[in-house]
């Protein structure tokens, strides 16, 4: 039998209903602060903490409930005796049911708060009070999700209490919560790149159809504390978004991110397949589209600035699965949603991952982002490439980031005009390239030359300029090999591997 319940919520909504129903349940609701202002302005009997506890509230509402007659009430076994001897000789009564929610600490540490405002909504009654709740479930109902308040009115009406199960998992969503809101105050304090404990602090966004293959279940999750690209867009058009959707877009996104100019990237199965700068955004979008007109059928397309009607009339010519830019003039956004199916996608967030996260089985890999592009520029040839190689050989190379390794990317005039990658040897990627390319001018590789093959390879294709981080112990034959045949090469100094 439910006599005794404490309410203290932070957000407010639904808590009229379910302390209305406990009300006529005979159930005698304590509450604290702003919520007990709340119920009392509402109509609702409701006896203040401090009334039970003899205690006021003190140190700014940091100390209320921290209390034996507060915590003694939620942590006495029902069926142990001792525990009820004990209460009922200090006077304390239990309490069945405890609804909190918390200080909306992954919100308020994203704002633009001084430091001292933001540790003032790190909780600790709340935590406290819920987790002595969850650890004595059987006999305690503990609320912290609105969503859960219809079930447990609906269990109670119809059975009287809730049941075992129901309990249980109620119990089991506040250690999951406090897991995640612990683990957003320890990077909060720590700031630490790589601390003792990996602690991550992230909320499901929403079930997926499946994973990247339909025999694989999948959800997506978003950060509690962060920012990010993928997180804070929004879907003008189309079926709900998969598994390979929001890695191709993050690829995507990433790609034209990376350019002032306006850029256009299609991706398909996680791999550019075409990547342009133009004068204009039909001009971007149709350089991107001739670097590959095979692949880019059902790929994702992003483009760094607003699309027009020109360039929606042309995307919607093919099957695309998504459209992804940081704004649409109306009159384009009604052409590519005349495609009910394309996923039209507004993001005008930059990416800000500060560091990439790979679960191997029993571990997870955790490296800062792959955020710089080079070291320097240095000239190791008898001859310079020209402003417009270098612009071209740089271009390359911001590809390059987001192609598997080996990658190997040939440029002209701002337009990837053969991309190769995922092989597992350098001179693969760089035939498949320069095959692809046809009349490449530059040449960019994620990595340096183990070889001078792919040098001969590019001079079979009138290569004039080429791009990599040197380091190899046969960086002279490379160096030589250009010389001979008249190509210019630069070294960066870093590499970019992409496994």
């Known amino acids: 039998m439910l006599n005794r319940a404490l309410?203290?919520?932070?957000?407010?909504?639904?808590?009229?209903?379910?302390?209305?129903?406990?009300?006529?349940?005979?159930?005698?609701?304590?509450?604290?602060?702003?919520?007990?202002?709340?119920?009392?302005d509402n109509g609702i009997e409701v006896t203040e903490v401090s009334d039970v506890t003899g205690f006021e509230e003190i140190l700014d509402g940091r100390v209320k409930t921290l209390h034996p007659f507060i915590h003694g009430g939620i942590l006495a076994i029902r069926d142990n005796v001792k525990h009820m001897e004990t209460i009922e000789k200090k006077g304390i009564k239990p309490i069945d049911?405890?609804?909190?929610?918390?200080?909306?600490?992954?919100?308020?540490?994203?704002?633009d708060l001084s430091f001292e405002e933001k540790v003032e909504f790190i909780d600790i009654g709340g935590p406290t009070m819920i987790r002595a709740a969850a650890k004595n479930f059987q006999d305690v109902i503990v609320l912290t999700d609105v969503n859960d308040y219809s079930d447990v009115i609906t269990q109670i009406e119809e059975n009287g209490d809730v049941d075992?199960?129901?309990?249980?998992?109620?119990?089991?969503?506040?250690?999951?919560?406090?897991?995640?809101?612990d683990g957003a105050i320890s990077n909060f304090l720590l700031e630490e790149e790589y601390p003792e404990y990996l602690t991550l602090s992230y909320k499901k966004s929403m079930n997926l159809r499946y994973g990247e293959n339909p025999h694989q279940s999948a959800a997506y999750y978003t950060s509690t504390v962060e920012k990010g690209s993928m997180k804070d867009f929004e879907q003008l058009n189309g079926k709900e978004l998969s598994y390979n959707n929001i890695k191709d877009m993050d690829v995507a996104w990433k790609v034209v991110s990376e350019f002032e100019e306006t850029a256009?990237?299609?991706?398909?199965?996680?791999?550019?397949?075409?990547?342009?700068?133009?004068?204009?955004?039909?001009?971007?979008?149709?350089?991107?589209?001739?670097?590959?007109?095979?692949?880019i059928f059902g790929g994702i397309v992003a483009i760094n600035k607003k699309i027009d009607k020109k360039t929606a009339e042309e995307m919607v010519k093919i099957f695309l699965e998504i459209v992804i830019a940081p704004d649409?003039?109306?009159?384009?956004?009604?052409?590519?949603?005349?495609?009910?199916?394309?996923?039209?996608?507004?993001?005008?967030?930059?990416?800000?991952?500060?560091?990439?996260?790979?679960?191997?089985?029993?571990?997870?890999?955790?490296?800062?982002?792959d955020d710089k592009l080079v070291?320097?520029?240095?000239?190791?040839?008898?001859?310079?490439?020209?402003?417009?190689?270098?612009?071209?050989?740089?271009?390359?190379?911001?590809?390059?980031?987001?192609v598997k390794s080996n990658a190997i990317v040939v440029?002209?005039?701002?337009?990837?005009?053969?991309?190769?990658?995922?092989?597992?040897?350098r001179i693969w990627a760089a035939c498949h390239a320069l095959d692809r390319a046809g009349d490449g001018v530059v040449l960019a590789s994620d990595a340096f030359f183990p070889f001078e093959d792919v040098v001969q390879e590019a001079a079979k294709y009138g290569i004039k300029s080429i791009i990599q981080p040197g380091g190899s112990i046969r960086d002279a034959q490379s160096i030589e090999e250009c010389n001979k045949s008249g190509i210019s090469m630069v070294f960066t100094g870093m590499r970019h591997f992409k496994h």
């Not at 209903?17 to 602060?33: H, P, Q």
């Not at 119990?171 to 995640?180: E, Q, R, T």
């Not at 398909?268 to 692949?295: E, F, L, M, R, W």
């Not at 190791?380 to 980031?401: H, S, W």
């Open 411 to 425: 440029v002209k005039d701002g337009m990837a005009k053969g991309i190769g990658g995922g092989q597992v040897n």
């Open 164 to 181: 075992f199960k129901t309990r249980r998992k109620l119990a089991g969503k506040v250690f999951n919560l406090m897991s995640a809101y």
């Open 328 to 369: 649409f003039k109306e009159e384009a956004l009604e052409i590519l949603r005349s495609k009910k199916n394309l996923r039209v996608i507004k993001c005008d967030v930059k990416p800000e991952n500060k560091a990439e996260i790979t679960k191997v089985d029993g571990g997870i890999l955790v490296q800062s982002a």
């Open 7 to 40: 309410i203290s919520v932070f957000n407010k909504d639904g808590v009229l209903e379910l302390a209305n129903f406990l009300i006529k349940k005979g159930v005698e609701i304590l509450s604290t602060g702003g919520t007990f202002k709340y119920l009392k």
């Open 375 to 402: 070291n320097e520029t240095k000239v190791v040839t008898e001859k310079a490439p020209t402003d417009q190689e270098m612009n071209d050989l740089l271009f390359g190379m911001k590809v390059c980031k987001y």
């Open 97 to 111: 049911v405890v609804v909190v929610n918390l200080y909306p600490f992954f919100d308020k540490v994203k704002e």
């Open 264 to 295: 256009c990237c299609a991706v398909k199965h996680n791999t550019p397949c075409g990547v342009a700068v133009g004068n204009s955004v039909y001009d971007s979008y149709i350089k991107a589209y001739q670097c590959d007109t095979t692949s």
